[in-house]
């Protein structure tokens, strides 16, 4: 049964990864999507063709880039009823050594590109009474070596999810996240190149200390936010789903 028919959903980060994912699972549900990444591409233009959806770039640290962006889409589809904050930035460095520049970049990237992207996008939400669901990271809850940037703007996304769910519940707007484990994406190419192990090599390793003996799929990771935007879904609020396998259970 496709749960989502009709609903205009905007997924940021969507041109690969678990971004394109999710994409293809919302669409295989129903959904209208507008996909956006930083740059608009063939890549980007490829998967708006495979869902029947519309492309929707925007570099999400220019606020008036992004206002522009959420214009097009209402003006392509006439209303908004859900938000998937998928985009990213990772880079990884002992904390002594870690740029400046690039630590500010991953800030900027992961908690002020979401922030800007609900600030412009919460109005229209209000009046379909839509939902939020905001990609973290496990990470961002336990905390990892040489990714004190990358975790710090996930927790900061916890923390985000959590506010805005109280904040917005009353208004009939649910706002949850995820916060997936190791997933087997491009991303990992990142923590290969830090550990200078292959990709196949850190799959492997990061699977031994998951309780399911494996990292994560992108498929798995679409699945959850299938549900959580599914129309009969209005219980949970405020939430961090810990999609990572069992590798974290705590409350957060």
Do not use: C
Not at 60 to 66: E, R
Not at 89 to 118: C, P, Q
Request: aromatic residues 6%; charged residues 20%; without cysteine.
């Amino acid at each position: 049964m496709k749960r989502l028919v009709g609903k205009v959903v905007l997924v940021t980060g969507a041109r690969q990864g678990m971004g394109r994912t999710i994409s293809k699972r919302l669409a295989n549900e129903g959904a209208l999507l507008a996909i956006n990444d930083r740059n608009l591409d063939s890549e980007l233009e490829e998967l708006s063709k495979e869902i029947n959806g519309i492309t929707a770039p925007a570099d999400l640290s220019d606020f008036d880039a992004v206002a522009s962006m959420v214009e097009e889409v209402i003006s392509h589809y006439g209303r908004l009823d859900a938000v998937v904050a998928q985009h990213a930035y990772m880079s990884m460095a002992k904390f002594e050594d870690h740029l400046e520049e690039d630590w500010w970049r991953v800030i900027r990237t992961n908690l002020m590109g979401t922030y800007v992207v609900l600030r412009e996008t919460v109005p229209h939400l209000l009046k379909t009474q839509g939902k939020i669901v905001v990609t973290t990271s496990y990470w961002g809850l336990i905390g990892w070596p040489e990714a004190s940037a990358y975790a710090s703007s996930k927790a900061g996304l916890v923390s985000l999810v959590k506010s805005l769910a109280r904040e917005l519940a009353p208004q009939g707007v649910l706002v949850n996240g995820i916060a997936p484990g190791v997933v087997n994406t491009p991303q990992l190419e990142v923590d290969a190149k830090n550990l200078a192990v292959t990709l196949e090599e850190v799959v492997k390793l990061y699977g031994k200390d998951v309780p399911l003996g494996r990292v994560g799929t992108a498929d798995e990771i679409a699945a959850t936010v299938a549900f959580l935007l599914d129309p009969a879904q209005r219980a949970i609020v405020g939430q961090i789903i810990n999609a990572n396998g069992g590798e974290f259970r705590g409350r957060a």
